[in-house]
């Protein structure tokens, strides 16, 4: 594993999937920027054996339907200097079209909302895939198994357990018209799954992060879910 600290985002590499274990970032409303041109690359600050090169996603669109989905998201960070960095492919993902186009779209929709907030000035997020043992593989790369699923938690003020926190967790079969509100899960949910296991938020206390942890956050309502 390898983490590797920028200006956009901080992402921990995953040698064996090829992918990101997770990616953090925060969006102000200076980090944002339309229009940003989507120029694949791969990662230069990791061994070529360890990530993807443009070449891995060859017929992946019209073999598995899927886009190369940003982890930290374009829109949301290009308004930094290296913004060129969120289009690394230690920074994508094959993610189905339908749920890049649809309920995952809204949600970093949302996430921009927040941070253009008046009383808002920082939205903190991580993100990451999840895997099953077995799974559909990439076209010119079968070595490489597609994950199964995505988990994204947000927050808001200066820590969570002070602020407000909202976790989701998508599958690749999301429906396209679906609403991102209907994924909500608790951290723990989330942290259960992954592999290697994380824990997140891991300069809490504990017996406060187990409380939290546990139970939804109220961050879902702010964000437009009932």
Same mark, same amino acid.
């Given at each position: 594993?390898?983490?590797?600290?920028?200006? @956009?985002?901080?992402?921990?590499?995953?040698?064996?999937?090829?992918?990101?274990?997770? /990616?953090?970032?925060?969006?102000?409303?200076?980090?944002? @920027?339309?229009?940003?041109?989507?120029?694949?690359?791969? =990662?230069?600050?990791?061994?070529?054996?360890?990530?993807?090169?443009?070449?891995?996603?060859?017929?992946?669109?019209?073999?598995?339907?899927?886009?190369?989905?940003?982890?930290?998201?374009?829109?949301?960070?290009?308004?930094?200097?290296?913004?060129?960095?969120?289009?690394?492919?230690?920074?994508?993902?094959?993610?189905?079209?339908?749920?890049?186009?649809?309920?995952?779209?809204?949600?970093?929709?949302?996430?921009?909302?927040?941070?253009?907030?008046? =009383? /808002?000035?920082? /939205?903190?997020?991580?993100?990451?895939?999840?895997?099953?043992?077995?799974?559909?593989?990439?076209?010119?790369?079968? =070595?490489?198994?597609? $994950?199964?699923?995505?988990?994204?938690?947000?927050?808001?003020?200066?820590?969570?357990?002070?602020?407000?926190?909202?976790?989701?967790?998508?599958?690749?079969?999301?429906?396209?018209?679906?609403?991102?509100? =209907?994924?909500? /899960?608790?951290?723990?949910?989330?942290? !259960?799954?992954?592999?290697?296991?994380?824990?997140?938020?891991?300069?809490?206390?504990?017996?406060?992060?187990?409380?939290?942890?546990?139970?939804?956050?109220?961050?879902? !309502?702010?964000?437009?879910? $009932?």
């Amino acid at each position: 594993m390898q983490t590797l600290n920028r200006e @956009a985002y901080t992402l921990n590499n995953n040698s064996s999937t090829k992918f990101a274990n997770w /990616v953090a970032y925060k969006i102000t409303k200076t980090s944002q @920027a339309s229009n940003r041109a989507r120029n694949w690359k791969q =990662d230069p600050d990791l061994p070529a054996a360890d990530t993807l090169a443009p070449a891995a996603y060859q017929k992946a669109n019209n073999m598995l339907a899927v886009d190369r989905g940003h982890q930290a998201p374009l829109a949301s960070l290009g308004g930094n200097v290296n913004w060129q960095a969120l289009n690394y492919l230690s920074n994508i993902t094959p993610q189905k079209s339908a749920l890049n186009q649809g309920a995952w779209s809204q949600l970093e929709d949302r996430e921009r909302a927040l941070a253009n907030r008046s =009383d /808002v000035s920082v /939205v903190y997020s991580v993100t990451g895939p999840l895997f099953e043992k077995t799974g559909a593989a990439l076209p010119a790369r079968p =070595d490489v198994i597609i $994950p199964e699923a995505y988990w994204k938690v947000i927050f808001i003020g200066t820590s969570p357990d002070k602020g407000k926190y909202a976790a989701f967790l998508l599958k690749q079969s999301t429906p396209k018209n679906a609403s991102f509100c =209907d994924y909500q /899960v608790t951290v723990k949910a989330i942290e !259960q799954q992954t592999n290697p296991k994380l824990t997140l938020w891991p300069a809490l206390p504990k017996n406060i992060a187990e409380m939290i942890k546990n139970q939804k956050g109220t961050l879902a !309502q702010e964000m437009g879910c $009932p």
